[in-house]
Protein backbone atom coordinates (compact mmCIF):
# COMPACT_ATOMS: atom_id res chain seq x y z
CA UNK A 1 0.00 0.00 0.00
CA UNK A 2 1.14 3.24 -1.19
CA UNK A 3 0.13 6.43 0.80
CA UNK A 4 -0.42 9.99 -0.82
CA UNK A 5 -0.68 12.85 1.16
CA UNK A 6 -2.72 15.48 -0.76
CA UNK A 7 -1.45 18.67 1.30
CA UNK A 8 -0.63 22.41 2.26
CA UNK A 9 2.70 23.92 2.94
CA UNK A 10 2.61 27.05 4.71
CA UNK A 11 5.18 29.13 5.97
CA UNK A 12 4.37 29.90 10.16
CA UNK A 13 4.63 33.32 11.41
CA UNK A 14 4.52 32.45 15.29
CA UNK A 15 3.90 35.70 17.77
CA UNK A 16 4.50 35.03 21.48
CA UNK A 17 1.73 37.45 22.83
CA UNK A 18 0.57 38.06 26.45
CA UNK A 19 -2.83 37.19 26.09
CA UNK A 20 -4.84 37.00 22.12
CA UNK A 21 -5.26 40.64 20.83
CA UNK A 22 -8.65 41.77 21.53
CA UNK A 23 -10.67 44.13 19.05
CA UNK A 24 -8.92 47.35 18.51
CA UNK A 25 -6.13 46.26 20.69
CA UNK A 26 -2.44 46.98 19.63
CA UNK A 27 -0.70 44.58 21.38
CA UNK A 28 3.24 44.35 21.37
CA UNK A 29 4.72 40.64 20.89
CA UNK A 30 7.00 39.33 23.21
CA UNK A 31 8.98 37.27 20.28
CA UNK A 32 8.73 36.36 16.61
CA UNK A 33 10.02 33.04 14.70
CA UNK A 34 9.29 31.72 11.28
CA UNK A 35 8.33 27.85 11.06
CA UNK A 36 7.63 25.80 8.62
CA UNK A 37 4.04 24.14 8.85
CA UNK A 38 0.44 23.88 7.09
CA UNK A 39 -1.49 21.01 8.06
CA UNK A 40 -0.35 18.97 4.84
CA UNK A 41 3.15 19.36 5.24
CA UNK A 42 3.10 19.02 9.15
CA UNK A 43 1.41 15.29 8.48
CA UNK A 44 4.10 14.13 6.22
CA UNK A 45 6.67 15.05 7.96
CA UNK A 46 5.21 13.54 10.91
CA UNK A 47 3.96 10.12 8.73
CA UNK A 48 8.34 10.23 7.73
CA UNK A 49 9.68 10.89 11.29
CA UNK A 50 7.39 8.14 12.26
CA UNK A 51 9.99 5.54 9.85
CA UNK A 52 7.06 5.69 6.88
CA UNK A 53 6.84 6.29 3.28
CA UNK A 54 4.87 9.12 1.79
CA UNK A 55 4.27 10.86 -1.19
CA UNK A 56 3.41 14.45 -0.86
CA UNK A 57 1.44 16.31 -3.61
CA UNK A 58 0.65 19.96 -3.50
CA UNK A 59 2.04 23.42 -4.91
CA UNK A 60 3.88 26.25 -3.22
CA UNK A 61 4.86 29.90 -4.47
CA UNK A 62 7.94 32.08 -4.80
CA UNK A 63 10.27 31.38 -1.84
CA UNK A 64 8.26 28.18 -0.95
CA UNK A 65 11.35 25.94 -2.19
CA UNK A 66 12.72 25.47 1.45
CA UNK A 67 9.77 23.67 2.71
CA UNK A 68 10.04 21.35 0.31
CA UNK A 69 13.61 20.34 -0.08
CA UNK A 70 13.22 20.15 4.58
CA UNK A 71 10.78 17.35 3.60
CA UNK A 72 13.10 15.94 0.66
CA UNK A 73 15.85 15.99 3.17
CA UNK A 74 13.67 13.80 5.41
CA UNK A 75 12.84 11.43 2.90
CA UNK A 76 9.01 12.27 1.49
CA UNK A 77 8.94 11.86 -2.42
CA UNK A 78 8.04 15.55 -3.19
CA UNK A 79 8.11 14.92 -7.21
CA UNK A 80 4.54 15.51 -7.33
CA UNK A 81 4.54 19.30 -5.72
CA UNK A 82 4.09 22.35 -8.50
CA UNK A 83 5.19 25.85 -8.67
CA UNK A 84 2.51 28.20 -8.33
CA UNK A 85 2.18 31.84 -8.98
CA UNK A 86 0.61 32.80 -5.85
CA UNK A 87 2.55 33.41 -2.78
CA UNK A 88 3.50 30.15 -0.59
CA UNK A 89 0.59 30.06 1.75
CA UNK A 90 1.09 31.01 5.36
CA UNK A 91 -0.33 31.48 8.33
CA UNK A 92 -0.24 34.26 11.29
CA UNK A 93 -0.11 32.26 14.81
CA UNK A 94 -0.66 34.13 18.26
CA UNK A 95 0.91 31.88 20.94
CA UNK A 96 -0.66 32.64 24.13
CA UNK A 97 1.18 31.96 27.95
CA UNK A 98 -0.34 28.36 28.30
CA UNK A 99 0.78 27.26 25.05
CA UNK A 100 -2.81 27.86 22.91
CA UNK A 101 -2.63 29.37 19.45
CA UNK A 102 -5.00 31.26 17.91
CA UNK A 103 -4.38 31.27 13.78
CA UNK A 104 -5.10 33.40 10.79
CA UNK A 105 -4.42 31.32 7.28
CA UNK A 106 -3.51 32.60 4.10
CA UNK A 107 -4.19 29.54 1.86
CA UNK A 108 -2.26 31.12 -1.47
CA UNK A 109 -0.59 28.48 -3.65
CA UNK A 110 -2.31 25.91 -1.12
CA UNK A 111 -5.93 27.40 -2.77
CA UNK A 112 -4.41 27.40 -6.32
CA UNK A 113 -4.62 23.30 -7.13
CA UNK A 114 -6.29 22.39 -10.29
CA UNK A 115 -8.38 19.43 -11.11
CA UNK A 116 -5.28 18.68 -13.44
CA UNK A 117 -2.68 19.11 -10.93
CA UNK A 118 -4.89 16.80 -9.11
CA UNK A 119 -5.12 14.41 -12.07
CA UNK A 120 -1.37 14.12 -12.76
CA UNK A 121 -0.98 14.00 -8.70
CA UNK A 122 -2.67 10.34 -8.51
CA UNK A 123 -1.54 8.85 -11.88
CA UNK A 124 0.58 6.33 -10.22
CA UNK A 125 -1.88 5.60 -7.32
CA UNK A 126 -4.59 2.84 -7.37
CA UNK A 127 -6.62 0.46 -5.92
CA UNK A 128 -5.48 -0.03 -2.25
CA UNK A 129 -3.30 2.69 -1.98
CA UNK A 130 -4.37 5.42 0.48
CA UNK A 131 -4.78 8.92 -0.13
CA UNK A 132 -4.72 11.17 2.98
CA UNK A 133 -6.13 14.80 3.10
CA UNK A 134 -6.64 17.83 5.16
CA UNK A 135 -9.02 20.65 4.34
CA UNK A 136 -6.31 23.32 3.21
CA UNK A 137 -6.10 23.10 -0.17
CA UNK A 138 -8.59 23.58 -3.32
CA UNK A 139 -10.73 21.15 -4.76
CA UNK A 140 -10.72 18.49 -1.76
CA UNK A 141 -14.36 17.20 -3.14
CA UNK A 142 -12.94 16.48 -6.66
CA UNK A 143 -9.93 15.09 -5.32
CA UNK A 144 -12.04 12.67 -2.62
CA UNK A 145 -13.84 11.72 -5.44
CA UNK A 146 -10.95 10.43 -7.76
CA UNK A 147 -9.18 8.84 -5.05
CA UNK A 148 -12.79 7.15 -3.97
CA UNK A 149 -13.42 5.92 -8.34
CA UNK A 150 -9.36 4.56 -8.48
CA UNK A 151 -10.70 2.33 -5.46
CA UNK A 152 -8.14 4.02 -2.80
CA UNK A 153 -8.53 4.13 0.57
CA UNK A 154 -9.41 7.76 1.75
CA UNK A 155 -8.26 9.34 5.23
CA UNK A 156 -9.82 12.69 6.14
CA UNK A 157 -8.39 15.28 8.60
CA UNK A 158 -11.55 17.64 7.85
CA UNK A 159 -9.68 21.00 9.29
CA UNK A 160 -9.77 23.63 9.07
CA UNK A 161 -13.47 22.69 9.14
CA UNK A 162 -15.85 24.46 6.60
CA UNK A 163 -19.23 24.09 4.64
CA UNK A 164 -16.95 22.36 1.87
CA UNK A 165 -15.25 19.63 4.37
CA UNK A 166 -19.10 18.99 5.78
CA UNK A 167 -20.35 18.11 2.48
CA UNK A 168 -17.88 15.28 1.98
CA UNK A 169 -19.39 12.05 1.50
CA UNK A 170 -18.11 11.07 5.32
CA UNK A 171 -19.34 7.29 4.37
CA UNK A 172 -17.37 6.86 1.75
CA UNK A 173 -14.52 7.65 3.79
CA UNK A 174 -11.92 4.80 5.39
CA UNK A 175 -11.12 7.06 8.34
CA UNK A 176 -11.95 10.72 9.58
CA UNK A 177 -9.90 12.05 12.03
CA UNK A 178 -11.33 15.25 14.11
CA UNK A 179 -10.45 17.08 16.88
CA UNK A 180 -13.33 18.03 18.89
CA UNK A 181 -14.53 21.25 17.61
CA UNK A 182 -14.37 20.01 14.17
CA UNK A 183 -16.50 17.26 15.22
CA UNK A 184 -18.76 19.34 16.82
CA UNK A 185 -19.62 21.04 13.38
CA UNK A 186 -20.40 17.29 11.96
CA UNK A 187 -22.05 16.56 14.32
CA UNK A 188 -23.57 19.17 16.86
CA UNK A 189 -22.29 16.94 19.69
CA UNK A 190 -20.06 17.76 22.62
CA UNK A 191 -19.68 14.49 24.62
CA UNK A 192 -17.13 12.48 22.94
CA UNK A 193 -19.19 9.38 23.66
CA UNK A 194 -22.59 11.13 21.43
CA UNK A 195 -20.14 12.28 18.53
CA UNK A 196 -18.44 8.57 17.87
CA UNK A 197 -22.18 7.57 18.19
CA UNK A 198 -22.79 9.96 15.49
CA UNK A 199 -19.74 9.28 13.37
CA UNK A 200 -20.16 5.68 13.41
CA UNK A 201 -23.45 5.90 12.16
CA UNK A 202 -22.62 7.94 9.44
CA UNK A 203 -19.15 5.76 8.72
CA UNK A 204 -20.36 2.05 9.88
CA UNK A 205 -17.26 0.80 7.42
CA UNK A 206 -14.92 3.38 8.45
CA UNK A 207 -12.76 4.18 11.50
CA UNK A 208 -13.50 7.30 13.28
CA UNK A 209 -10.58 8.95 15.62
CA UNK A 210 -11.51 11.82 17.77
CA UNK A 211 -8.51 13.65 19.37
CA UNK A 212 -9.23 15.17 22.59
CA UNK A 213 -6.27 17.59 23.92
CA UNK A 214 -4.51 16.86 27.15
CA UNK A 215 -7.45 13.97 27.19
CA UNK A 216 -5.84 11.43 24.74
CA UNK A 217 -7.94 10.37 21.91
CA UNK A 218 -10.53 7.75 20.95
CA UNK A 219 -11.34 5.32 18.25
CA UNK A 220 -14.42 3.81 17.49
CA UNK A 221 -15.10 1.50 14.69
CA UNK A 222 -17.30 -1.71 14.31
CA UNK A 223 -14.70 -4.25 15.41
CA UNK A 224 -13.01 -1.74 18.15
CA UNK A 225 -13.67 0.97 21.13
CA UNK A 226 -10.39 2.73 22.32
CA UNK A 227 -9.67 5.28 24.51
CA UNK A 228 -5.79 6.01 25.08
CA UNK A 229 -5.29 8.51 27.61
CA UNK A 230 -2.76 11.97 26.84
CA UNK A 231 0.93 11.64 28.61
CA UNK A 232 1.34 14.03 30.80
CA UNK A 233 3.23 16.93 29.52
CA UNK A 234 4.35 20.31 30.53
CA UNK A 235 2.89 22.33 27.73
CA UNK A 236 5.06 24.82 25.73
CA UNK A 237 3.14 25.35 22.27
CA UNK A 238 0.34 22.82 20.75
CA UNK A 239 0.42 23.65 17.10
CA UNK A 240 0.28 20.62 15.00
CA UNK A 241 -0.19 18.42 17.76
CA UNK A 242 -3.08 17.32 15.64
CA UNK A 243 -0.83 16.76 12.57
CA UNK A 244 1.82 14.98 14.71
CA UNK A 245 -1.09 12.72 15.98
CA UNK A 246 -2.08 12.02 12.66
CA UNK A 247 0.90 11.45 10.67
CA UNK A 248 1.95 8.99 13.66
CA UNK A 249 -1.11 7.46 13.31
CA UNK A 250 -0.93 6.62 9.67
CA UNK A 251 2.54 5.49 9.67
CA UNK A 252 1.83 3.04 12.44
CA UNK A 253 -1.13 1.73 10.97
CA UNK A 254 0.74 1.15 7.77
CA UNK A 255 3.68 -0.82 9.14
CA UNK A 256 0.77 -3.72 10.91
CA UNK A 257 0.35 -2.42 14.28
CA UNK A 258 -3.18 -3.02 15.68
CA UNK A 259 -5.09 0.22 16.46
CA UNK A 260 -4.52 0.28 20.09
CA UNK A 261 -0.75 0.41 19.86
CA UNK A 262 -0.90 2.42 16.67
CA UNK A 263 -3.37 5.10 18.80
CA UNK A 264 -0.45 4.92 21.86
CA UNK A 265 2.24 5.82 19.40
CA UNK A 266 0.32 8.67 18.12
CA UNK A 267 -0.64 10.06 21.43
CA UNK A 268 2.83 9.56 23.00
CA UNK A 269 4.15 11.60 19.74
CA UNK A 270 1.64 14.27 19.68
CA UNK A 271 1.75 14.32 23.40
CA UNK A 272 6.12 15.09 23.08
CA UNK A 273 5.07 17.62 20.75
CA UNK A 274 3.50 19.96 22.71
CA UNK A 275 6.60 20.18 24.64
CA UNK A 276 8.46 22.08 22.00
CA UNK A 277 8.10 25.47 19.58
CA UNK A 278 6.84 25.03 16.50
CA UNK A 279 4.51 22.95 14.28
CA UNK A 280 6.72 20.75 12.52
CA UNK A 281 9.79 21.00 14.06
CA UNK A 282 8.07 19.87 17.06
CA UNK A 283 7.39 16.79 15.93
CA UNK A 284 9.64 13.96 17.74
CA UNK A 285 11.32 11.40 15.82
CA UNK A 286 10.57 7.29 15.79
CA UNK A 287 13.36 6.78 18.25
CA UNK A 288 12.23 9.01 21.20
CA UNK A 289 8.47 8.11 20.79
CA UNK A 290 9.53 4.48 20.76
CA UNK A 291 12.10 5.48 23.81
CA UNK A 292 8.75 6.98 26.40
CA UNK A 293 6.59 4.67 24.81
CA UNK A 294 8.43 1.81 26.20
CA UNK A 295 8.81 3.38 29.82
CA UNK A 296 5.02 4.47 29.89
CA UNK A 297 1.93 2.68 30.79
CA UNK A 298 0.36 3.86 27.71
P1 LIG B 1 -3.75 21.40 16.98
O1 LIG B 1 -4.85 22.08 16.19
O2 LIG B 1 -3.25 22.22 18.16
O3 LIG B 1 -2.67 20.85 16.14
P2 LIG B 1 -5.82 19.52 17.48
O4 LIG B 1 -6.84 20.44 18.08
O5 LIG B 1 -6.04 19.08 16.09
O6 LIG B 1 -4.37 20.10 17.67
P3 LIG B 1 -5.77 18.01 19.91
O7 LIG B 1 -6.94 17.14 20.20
O8 LIG B 1 -5.67 19.29 20.68
O9 LIG B 1 -5.71 18.21 18.35
O10 LIG B 1 -4.42 17.23 20.18
C1 LIG B 1 -4.03 16.10 19.41
C2 LIG B 1 -3.34 15.11 20.33
O11 LIG B 1 -2.18 15.74 20.89
C3 LIG B 1 -4.17 14.65 21.51
O12 LIG B 1 -4.99 13.54 21.15
C4 LIG B 1 -3.10 14.32 22.53
O13 LIG B 1 -2.62 13.01 22.28
C5 LIG B 1 -1.98 15.31 22.22
N1 LIG B 1 -2.09 16.48 23.10
C6 LIG B 1 -2.64 17.68 22.83
N2 LIG B 1 -2.60 18.50 23.89
C7 LIG B 1 -1.98 17.81 24.86
C8 LIG B 1 -1.60 18.11 26.22
N3 LIG B 1 -1.91 19.28 26.79
N4 LIG B 1 -0.96 17.15 26.93
C9 LIG B 1 -0.65 15.95 26.38
N5 LIG B 1 -0.98 15.61 25.11
C10 LIG B 1 -1.63 16.52 24.36
O1 LIG C 1 -2.10 22.33 12.34
C1 LIG C 1 -1.14 23.33 12.51
C2 LIG C 1 -0.97 24.12 11.24
O2 LIG C 1 -2.18 24.79 10.94
C3 LIG C 1 0.08 25.18 11.32
O3 LIG C 1 1.37 24.72 10.96
C4 LIG C 1 -0.45 26.28 10.41
O4 LIG C 1 0.29 26.40 9.23
C5 LIG C 1 -1.90 25.90 10.12
O5 LIG C 1 -2.09 25.50 8.83
Redesign the pocket.
Known sequence: MKILNFGSFCIDHVYRVPHFVRPAETLPSLSYTVFAGG?GF?QSLAIARAGGTVAHAGSVGEGGEWLVQRLETAGVDVSRVVKSAKPTGHAVIQLNPS???AIVLFAGANRSITREQIDLGLTDFGAGDLLLLQNEISEPAYLVQLALGKGMRVVM?P?PMDPVAQSLPLEQLSMII?????AFDLTGETSPELILDRLAQRMPQGDVV????????MWRSATHRLH?P????D?VD?????????GYLIASLAAGLPPDAAMGR??????L??TQAG?ADSIPDAATVDRVLAGSAV
Open positions: KNGENNAVNEVELTLGSQGAIAINVVTTGAGDTFTAVVAAGSVA
